[in-house]
């Protein structure tokens, strides 16, 4: 479903990702881990088009875009990016003057052109499924941070997107509120939507994903299932970060 060839991203002189390659299956589970600033959140953003990379390209689907691609199109390629990926960032970003099923709702009407009671009608049937159809009529500073962070999980999936991008979903809570957004995104999990997530919560890495990437100054340090990385990690790198953990645990 995704494949990432070559990719660069630089800001001036500084390097934040060095030559990524990387596979991923339609239903896949893929847990971005790492020291901060190794480039998981920019990956992420470049797979939403959020940075355009300084070279190699990237292919969702049957669209590819990269560094070689005409501003002219880019326009239109990533429209069709956006309209299979969904993104939850570390801040909820709500509107803060619309209710929560306005949140919802606004998306679908405004970019798919849905009418607004097919809109309304999914919209209410995600707030059900992630546990907040009763808060429909409030506003977001009226929730907490774990229904915020739900509610914004809500908006990206009325888009009814082939794959979710979640940049450390989590970081923003408290950690009291950590476990009812990660059991939406476990939900989903269970659904087979395709998902890669930026995360600190290894728990999560190993219970959920099929799939962990442990980045470190921009490069593709290890990867492989779950069960073999944090059980016998083959690089020293990756050692020295999961003994880190540890002692941090």
């Not at 020291?35 to 969702?60: D, F, Y």
């Amino acid at each position: 479903m995704i494949e990432i060839t070559g990719l660069k991203k630089s800001y001036g002189e500084h390097e934040v990702l060095a030559d990524i390659n990387a596979k991923i299956d339609a239903g896949e589970i893929v847990v971005l881990i790492g020291p901060s600033g190794s480039g998981k959140s920019t990956l992420l953003r470049c797979l939403n088009g959020l940075e355009q990379p300084n070279g190699g390209s990237i292919r969702v689907g049957t669209i590819t875009w990269g560094a070689d691609t005409p501003r002219r199109d880019m326009k239109q390629v990533l429209k069709q990016v956006r309209s299979h990926t969904g993104m939850v960032f570390q801040q909820f970003n709500l509107f803060p003057h619309m209710t929560v099923l306005e949140n919802v709702i606004e998306a679908p009407k405004t970019v798919k052109g849905m009418t607004h009671d097919a809109a309304v009608a999914i919209a209410e049937s995600l707030l059900a499924k992630v546990g907040l159809l009763e808060k429909r009529n409030e506003h977001p500073a009226r929730l907490s941070g774990g229904q915020q962070q739900r509610v914004a999980i809500a908006r990206a999936l009325a888009m009814q997107p082939d794959i979710m991008l979640f940049d450390e979903p989590t970081s923003a809570l408290d950690p009291e509120l950590v476990g009812e957004v990660l059991k939406v995104m476990k939900s989903l999990a269970d659904e087979g939507m395709t998902m890669i997530v930026v995360t600190h919560e290894m728990k999560f890495a190993r219970e959920v994903a099929n799939h962990v990437i442990f980045m470190s100054d921009g490069h593709i340090v290890e990867e492989g299932k779950p069960e073999q990385f944090f059980t016998a990690p083959k690089t020293e790198r990756a050692q020295r970060f999961l003994r880190q953990l540890a002692q941090e645990d």
